[in-house]
């Protein structure tokens, strides 16, 4: 190619004293020079915040980790696209080599914006910590900032994908042609595809009328857990014993299931004890009010100790006690339970369930009974 208006006389002269090879040879060693220690200094302050002991929040730190990947690409792909037209080279052997170096920077320049996303994600996280009793507003907020960022990565994959198709002539020409079939196409494609928009428009009624949010606690299936991921087209639900269920998006749109945590985590927890009738309900009142008051998973609100039912053999006690989270009523419960069953065990052994038969006319019975003889 002809350099002669794109560097100035002093170097010009400079350049035609260089075989053709060598200066090409520079071009690309500077280029890739410059990435490298870029890549260096950025790797460098990387391991340097790695090994530092603090976990709190830093904006630079950030920067370094989201997009220090992609800028130690982006910057020396960036310097060759710059310096490409320096080199001295054969117009059929250049543009190949250019659409090429365009083409990997607009993929480059696009992992930028998508990790610069994320660094405004982890500012929202830190500003919306979930290591609250009271997190509602902070998982609310993580639900619909997961979610757009979501769509907003796909939507940054597309429009690459489209500009990369686009700088070709021949995909133009195609596009043109595939207009006047548009609608027909857009029919078809929309019959094929009517399960997925079914799940991206669930997926955007989830984030913004929120039946569920990320770390909600619910019950799907008969499975207890928390939400632990919405993607565009399932969610994660992480069970109590560490298993994962999957369930599509649009299954909360469309089928019932208990949240607990939909407008607070407060709860209420019961325990249900079946007792002889001649258990002291009192005595078990008594005691419940001294287990849970020492608990520090109770939340103060309800404590109510009541007989909800009486039958043939057993009377029905309900224990009633509230929490601040699932949770901790879960434990909560256990623990008076566990402390209940005891105290009766060794105060009131015989108010435990038992079967009564009752054995009428014992002198009719009498006669039959031969008295035991010596030998």
Not at 208 to 232: C, H, K, S, Y
Request: glycine letters at 6%; charged letters at 20%; hydrophobic letters at 45%.
């Amino acid at each position: 190619m002809d350099i002669g208006n794109r560097l100035p006389p002093d170097l010009l002269e400079f350049s035609q004293r260089i075989p053709a090879f060598a200066w090409n040879l520079i071009i690309i060693a500077s280029a890739i020079l410059i990435g490298l220690v870029t890549k260096f200094i950025i790797t460098k302050l990387f391991r340097i915040y790695a090994q530092r002991k603090d976990t709190d929040y830093s904006i630079l730190r950030s920067i370094i980790v989201n997009l220090g990947p992609a800028v130690a690409y982006f910057i020396p792909l960036f310097l060759f696209n710059l310096l490409s037209p320096l080199l001295r080279m054969n117009k059929l052997y250049y543009q190949p080599l250019d659409k090429t170096i365009e083409i990997l920077l607009t993929i480059s320049f696009a992992g930028l914006i998508v990790r610069s996303v994320r660094i405004l994600e982890d500012y929202i996280y830190h500003t919306y910590d979930l290591n609250k009793v009271d997190n509602l507003k902070e998982r609310k907020v993580r639900t619909q900032i997961q979610f757009i960022r979501k769509i907003i990565v796909v939507t940054i994959i597309f429009l690459t994908i489209a500009i990369i198709l686009l700088s070709f002539e021949s995909m133009r020409k195609i596009g043109t042609g595939l207009l006047t079939g548009v609608g027909i196409g857009g029919i078809i494609v929309g019959f094929a595809a009517q399960s997925s928009l079914g799940n991206l428009l669930a997926g955007f009624q989830i984030a913004f009328t929120q039946p569920i949010r990320i770390d909600d606690v619910l019950v799907v299936e008969g499975e207890w857990g928390r939400v632990e991921e919405i993607t565009l087209t399932y969610v994660v639900l992480k069970i109590w014993d560490e298993r994962r269920l999957i369930l599509p998006i649009n299954y909360f749109i469309q089928k019932p299931f208990q949240n607990w945590t939909r407008t607070s985590a407060d709860i209420l927890g019961t325990v249900f004890l079946y007792m002889d009738h001649t258990v002291p309900v009192d005595a078990i009142r008594e005691e419940f009010e001294r287990l849970i008051v020492k608990s520090p998973l109770w939340d103060k609100r309800v404590k109510v100790v009541q007989v909800t039912d009486v039958r043939e053999h057993t009377i029905e006690i309900r224990v009633l006690m509230s929490a601040s989270t699932s949770s901790n009523a879960f434990d909560l419960r256990c623990y008076i339970r566990e402390n209940l069953i005891t105290f009766i065990q060794k105060n009131f052994p015989g108010s435990l369930p038992r079967s009564r038969n009752e054995l009428s006319n014992l002198g009719e019975l009498e006669k039959y009974i031969q008295p035991a003889t010596g030998a």
